[in-house]
């Protein structure tokens, strides 16, 4: 049976899981920095995902059906969808269809460069789960060539139409809107040791606002103005001088953040059971 984002949020390994996948997808991120930005925000992550679970339901992508799916389920405005789509083939993350006979839909697919980044996602996902019970669902994964075409598109499917993803709590819900601002949060927890996670004001591993936003290729302007927000909500601080000393989290920030994996985790984990749990032996 696949985990529920409760029993996954009150499991005892939590902090300390999370905190290993949190650094796995910082190694992701800064391996290609580029590709990974596709996911930059909540909005590009879940158009992302919505094109790739077209690719692999009707072996390609036309910017229709794109537009079609992005308006079914409210995730951003046609201009958007379309400039996101056009980004994608500047960029080389899809491509035209080798035998594409049809100019004016152009079907696409994604080049195997964004496959690689997307399979090394959902691998860094079943790790996470693994690490809750034993299991071998990333052996499940890696013994079938047709596993990601199976596990995608149900991925897609719960992440469109969960209302917890869908509006995220407070904080957290500041940082989705940020260029990279996964990327930000996933630095943040990446720092703090799961043994202080009690505490109101948890210590990261942040001391340079400067350094922090070279690190993530973010404008220091644009982050120092977000961090500030998220300072005003009582989310986050420094020890010492703002910018220059070691930065805190609330611990109300970090269950949000806990939160918010919780039901992504959960999600990934009923598509597995659902599209490849028969592999396990």
Same mark, same amino acid.
Do not use: C
């Given at each position: ?11 005892? @390994?939590?902090?300390?899981?999370? /905190? ?27 158009? &992302?995902?919505?094109?790739? #679970?077209?690719?692999?339901?009707q072996g390609a992508?036309?910017? @229709?059906?794109?537009?079609? *799916?992005?308006?079914?389920?409210? +995730? #951003? ?5 379309? #400039? ?9 993350? +899809?491509?035209?269809?080798p035998d594409n006979?049809? /100019? ?6 994604? $080049? ?6 997307? &399979? %090394? ?5 079943? $790790? ?8 071998? /669902?990333?052996? @499940? ?5 047709? &596993?990601? &075409? ?21 904080t957290f819900s ?20 799961? %043994? ?7 210590? $990261? ?12 290729? *973010?404008?220091?302007?644009? *982050? ?5 927000? %998220? ?14 000393? $070691?930065?805190?989290?609330? /611990? ?9 994996? #919780? ?16 592999? +396990? @032996?």
């Amino acid at each position: 049976m696949a985990f529920s984002a409760k029993e996954i949020s009150g499991h005892p @390994a939590l902090h300390r899981i999370v /905190r290993s996948q949190a650094k796995a997808l910082l190694a992701a991120y800064q391996s290609s920095p580029r590709l990974s930005s596709v996911f930059a925000t909540q909005q590009r992550w879940l158009m &992302a995902h919505a094109g790739l #679970a077209l690719y692999f339901r009707q072996g390609a992508i036309t910017t @229709a059906r794109f537009l079609q *799916l992005i308006e079914l389920h409210s +995730v #951003a405005s046609k201009n958007t969808a379309d #400039a996101f789509m056009k980004e994608m083939q500047q960029y080389n993350y +899809v491509e035209s269809l080798p035998d594409n006979t049809d /100019r004016r839909s152009n079907p696409l697919r994604p $080049t195997p460069q964004a496959l690689e980044t997307l &399979a %090394a996602w959902a691998m860094v996902h079943l $790790t996470t789960l693994d690490g809750f019970d034993g299991g071998r /669902r990333l052996a @499940a994964f890696a013994a079938r060539p047709d &596993a990601l &075409a199976r596990l995608e598109p149900l991925i897609a499917d719960g992440l469109l139409t969960s209302e917890p993803v869908r509006t995220p709590e407070k904080t957290f819900s500041l940082f989705t809107w940020l260029n990279n601002g996964g990327v930000v949060m996933e630095w943040l927890i990446s720092g703090v040791d799961p %043994a202080l996670a009690s505490q109101d004001h948890i210590p $990261t591993g942040v001391f340079s606002v400067g350094e922090f936003a070279n690190l993530l290729k *973010l404008s220091r302007t644009h *982050l120092a103005r977000k961090l500030r927000e %998220a300072e005003a909500l009582g989310s986050i601080g420094w020890l010492g001088k703002r910018g220059n000393s $070691t930065m805190w989290v609330s /611990r109300d920030f970090y269950r949000e953040y806990m939160d918010a994996q #919780a039901v992504k985790l959960a999600i990934i984990d009923q598509a597995f059971e659902d599209s490849l749990s028969d592999t +396990v @032996a």
